[in-house]
């Protein structure tokens, strides 16, 4: 099994709007880490977030909390973050973080972003930030995908959204690629009937499923209770 190379922190910020509860997503340059795709605002976690806690989760609090003002100007208090998910990623890439998301209210201020890591910003509702990468107009990494996925059809307001996460449970999704659905890419997660090599059918096996289906930008999320 490889190592993780750290532990990453990501913001999702939500915001009311007349469509609904919209999130901020930002454009990364083609170059660097998550090359031209639209993502939260986050990032690793730097030596001074670990400075006056032995928690990682922690660490990643206030790590989303720094690169949330670096990234995009807008100042939050740590306890403004509510834990929303944890994201491992599959073990044959060769730089791998284990990321916090944290949801938050968007602050008020002005969106400033830092001109060196960010092109844009856009805030969107989840659906049409899902809509836009279907058309092949936004680019989009699976944590980010997921995480608008399941925000889809929420309560019909930021504050509402932001308590029922408080009520659920963080969940981890510790990624594994998934053999034999090629061209398609797929990536699987605990509860899974072919997570843990145990089965595999291919296509048409009628089991438990909880995983991503990637066939170009028509990405379909497949979760049996």
Same mark, same amino acid.
């Given at each position: 099994?490889?190592?993780? =190379?750290?532990?990453?922190?990501?913001?999702?910020?939500?915001?009311?709007?007349? #469509?609904?509860?919209?999130?901020?997503?930002?454009?990364?340059?083609?170059?660097?880490?998550?090359?031209?795709?639209?993502?939260?605002?986050?990032?690793?976690?730097?030596?001074?977030?670990?400075?006056?806690?032995?928690?990682?989760?922690?660490?990643?609090?206030?790590?989303?909390?720094?690169?949330?003002?670096?990234?995009?100007?807008?100042?939050?208090? *740590?306890?403004?973050?509510?834990?929303?998910?944890?994201?491992?990623?599959?073990?044959? !890439?060769?730089?791998? /973080?284990? $990321?916090?998301?944290?949801?938050? %209210?968007?602050?008020?201020?002005? !969106?400033?972003?830092?001109?060196?890591?960010? +092109?844009? /910003?856009?805030? +969107?509702?989840?659906?049409?930030? +899902?809509?836009?990468?279907?058309?092949?107009?936004?680019? +989009?990494?699976?944590?980010?995908?997921?995480?608008?996925?399941?925000?889809?059809?929420?309560?019909?307001? #930021? @504050?509402?959204?932001?308590?029922?996460?408080?009520?659920?449970?963080?969940?981890?999704?510790?990624?594994?690629?998934?053999?034999? /659905?090629?061209? %398609?890419?797929?990536?699987?997660?605990?509860?899974? #009937?072919? /997570?843990? @090599?145990?089965?595999? &059918? &291919? *296509? #048409?096996?009628?089991?438990?499923?909880?995983?991503?289906?990637?066939?170009? =930008?028509?990405?379909?999320?497949?979760? $049996? *209770?």
């Amino acid at each position: 099994m490889s190592e993780l =190379t750290g532990t990453a922190a990501t913001v999702v910020l939500l915001r009311d709007s007349d #469509a609904g509860p919209e999130v901020l997503l930002l454009e990364r340059p083609t170059a660097g880490s998550f090359g031209g795709a639209w993502v939260f605002p986050g990032g690793r976690v730097d030596p001074e977030d670990r400075r006056d806690t032995p928690s990682e989760a922690e660490a990643a609090r206030l790590a989303g909390v720094r690169e949330t003002a670096e990234e995009t100007g807008l100042t939050l208090l *740590p306890g403004a973050l509510v834990p929303l998910s944890c994201w491992i990623p599959p073990e044959n !890439i060769p730089r791998r /973080y284990q $990321t916090w998301f944290f949801a938050a %209210a968007a602050p008020a201020g002005t !969106i400033r972003l830092n001109p060196g890591e960010l +092109l844009n /910003y856009l805030w +969107l509702t989840p659906e049409n930030a +899902l809509e836009r990468h279907r058309n092949g107009l936004m680019q +989009l990494v699976t944590p980010t995908w997921v995480t608008l996925y399941t925000l889809c059809g929420g309560p019909n307001g #930021a @504050g509402a959204a932001l308590a029922q996460i408080a009520d659920t449970v963080p969940e981890t999704f510790r990624t594994r690629r998934l053999d034999g /659905y090629e061209p %398609a890419t797929v990536f699987a997660w605990e509860g899974d #009937a072919e /997570y843990d @090599g145990a089965v595999s &059918g &291919g *296509p #048409a096996l009628s089991l438990s499923r909880h995983r991503l289906v990637m066939d170009g =930008t028509h990405w379909h999320y497949e979760r $049996t *209770p």
